[in-house]
C-alpha cells in the first residue's frame, strides 16, 4: 500500500513542478485516498472533506504521518491554486497548517485574495453557448456577430445530426473569418468529439498568433443535447488550452414555453436530463420566447429554474435579444463553484450518455427544390409528427429564386419560417423523440 501512495504522490509532484496541474489533480486525489486506508479510513473524505477527516484523525496519528499528509496537502493546495480554485485550496492549506506546516497562513490569506482578483491574464475568454433544441441558440449567436463589432471572435459549432445547417446560418461579421469558425457535426462536443474541440481550440489559437490577428474571443455552440460540465472541464484537462484560454462563463438559453416539460421529462436510467444539466451548470440563464407565455408561466419556469441553480442571474427575452453585456466578457465562471455542486469534476472519467431515443435525420441533395411540393411535403411532416420533431432546419435552393432560403421550425414543430438571402444548395435536418432509426418520413422531391 505505500509503494501505491508514494508512487502517486511523486508522480502528483512532478506533475505540479511541470504545470500539469488537470494530470496533477488526478495524482494527488489518488494517493490521498490510498493514504488515508494506510491511517484506518475507508473512507474518501481525506479529498471530499478535508476538514472532518484531519479533525478526527490528527490527535491518532503518528508525527511521520502528520508530515506525510502537511506535504500531501500542500502540493494539493498548490494544483487548485493553479486550476483557479482559490477557495478549494485555501482549505487544503488550512489542513496542512492544521498538520503543522509552516507559512501555510500565508498561502490561505494568498489563495484568500485571488478569490477577489480578476480573471484571465492575458488569456483568451471562451464563451460555452448553450441550451436545448430549439432553445434559439443559433439566433443568439448571429446577435452577438452583428451587435458586438471590432472584436475578433472565433466560432466552434457544434451540431447534433449528420448534416451540417448551424455553419450555414451563421452571419459572421467583418472580423468573423472562415479561418476562425470550426464547425464539428460527426458527434456531441461533450462526449465523442471532446479531442476534436481541443484540437479545434489549439488551432484556432495558433492560427491567431501564426497570422498576428489576436482573438478578442472564442463562442462555442454546442449541440442542444450536450452537457456542459465535460465541455467546461475541457479547459482544466489540456495544458495548452489552460495556458491560452478561460472560460469566461456558461451562457443557457431555454424556451420559455417547454422548459417546464423538458425538465420534468423522465429518463431511462443512467441517462442525464440535458435540460436540467444545462441550468445547473449556467453561469447566466436568457429566458427567450417569452412572448410565448403569459406571465403567470413565466414567474413558474423562474422558479423552477431557481430550484435548480438558486443563484443563477437570469434575463427575459424574445427572439433572442439580449444585452451583450450580460452575456460576454462577465468573468463569471466559478470553479469553486462547481467543485462545490459536482467534486467529481475534475476527475478524468467524466462521460455523458445521451438518450439514444432522441435521433437525427438528415437530407442532403444536390440540385433545386419545387417550392410548391415542399410547403406541401413540411405541412405533412409537422402535422404528422410535429409533436415528436424538438427542432427542423433546412438550407434550400428553390426553383426559380436566386436566393438561398432557409427554414426553420422551433420546438414543438406547430409552425414554421422560410425565409430567403444568399445563394446555396438544398440540405435538411430534424431532430426527433421516437425509435431509433428515425421516423420513416417520404423524401421530398
Not at 435521433?359 to 405541412?379: D, F, M, Y
Not at 430567403?420 to 440540405?427: E, P, S
Request: one cysteine or more.
Amino acid at each position: 500500500m505505500t509503494d501505491i501512495w508514494a508512487e502517486g504522490f511523486t508522480s502528483a509532484q512532478s506533475a505540479l513542478k511541470e504545470e500539469r496541474f488537470f494530470d496533477g489533480v488526478q495524482f494527488i486525489n489518488s494517493c490521498m485516498e490510498a493514504y488515508a486506508k494506510v491511517v484506518g479510513d475507508e473512507s474518501d473524505r481525506i479529498v471530499k472533506d478535508p476538514g472532518a477527516f484531519v479533525e478526527e484523525h490528527l490527535a491518532k496519528l503518528s508525527e511521520e504521518q502528520k508530515d506525510v499528509l502537511r506535504q500531501m496537502y500542500e502540493v494539493r493546495g498548490d494544483i487548485i491554486t493553479g486550476l483557479g480554485a482559490n477557495k478549494r485550496a485555501a482549505v487544503d492549506y488550512q489542513c496542512a497548517q492544521a498538520l503543522g506546516a509552516v507559512g501555510a497562513d500565508v498561502k490561505v490569506a494568498s489563495a484568500q485574495a485571488a478569490m477577489k482578483e480578476k480573471k484571465g491574464g492575458g488569456k483568451v475568454p471562451v464563451t460555452v453557448l448553450t441550451g436545448f433544441l430549439g432553445s434559439g441558440k443559433t439566433t443568439l449567436l448571429n446577435r452577438i456577430l452583428k451587435e458586438f463589432h471590432g472584436k475578433r471572435i472565433g466560432i466552434i459549432e457544434n451540431e447534433f445530426g449528420e448534416v451540417g445547417i448551424d455553419d450555414s446560418l451563421i452571419e459572421a461579421g467583418p472580423l468573423t473569418t472562415e479561418e476562425n469558425i470550426i464547425e464539428m457535426n460527426n458527434g456531441c462536443i461533450c462526449c465523442t468529439v471532446r479531442g476534436d474541440l481541443i484540437a479545434g481550440l489549439k488551432k484556432m489559437v495558433k492560427n491567431s498568433i501564426k497570422n498576428d490577428k489576436p482573438l478578442d474571443g472564442v463562442i462555442i455552440e454546442t449541440t442542444g443535447l450536450a452537457d456542459p460540465a465535460p465541455v467546461a472541464q475541457t479547459f482544466f484537462a489540456d495544458d495548452y488550452v489552460q495556458q491560452k484560454l478561460f472560460l469566461d462563463g456558461i451562457v443557457t438559453l431555454v424556451d420559455a414555453k417547454h422548459l417546464i416539460m423538458h425538465l420534468d421529462e423522465e429518463k431511462p436510467e443512467g441517462v442525464e436530463n440535458e435540460a436540467v444539466e444545462q441550468v445547473a451548470f449556467a453561469d447566466r440563464i436568457v429566458l427567450n420566447k417569452c412572448d410565448l407565455v403569459d406571465e403567470a408561466h413565466l414567474e413558474e419556469v423562474e422558479k423552477r429554474i431557481r430550484m435548480i441553480n438558486e443563484s443563477v442571474k437570469i434575463t427575459r427575452t424574445s427572439q433572442s435579444k439580449v444585452d451583450m453585456d450580460f452575456i460576454l466578457g462577465i468573468e463569471a465562471f466559478n470553479l469553486d463553484k462547481i467543485l462545490e455542486m459536482d467534486d467529481a469534476f475534475l476527475a478524468d472519467d467524466q462521460e455523458h450518455q445521451h438518450d439514444d431515443r432522441v435521433t437525427s435525420c438528415g437530407i442532403h441533395v444536390k440540385g433545386e427544390v419545387h417550392q410548391q411540393r415542399l410547403n406541401e411535403w413540411l405541412a405533412w411532416l409537422l402535422k404528422e409528427r410535429g409533436v415528436d420533431l424538438f427542432r427542423t432546419k433546412g438550407v434550400l435552393a428553390v426553383q426559380g429564386m436566386k436566393e438561398k432560403f432557409v427554414f426553420q421550425a422551433p420546438g414543438g414543430g406547430r409552425s414554421f419560417f422560410l425565409f430567403g438571402g444568399g445563394t446555396g444548395g438544398f440540405g435538411a435536418g430534424w431532430v426527433g423523440f421516437g425509435q431509433v432509426g428515425g421516423f420513416g418520413f417520404p423524401q421530398p422531391t
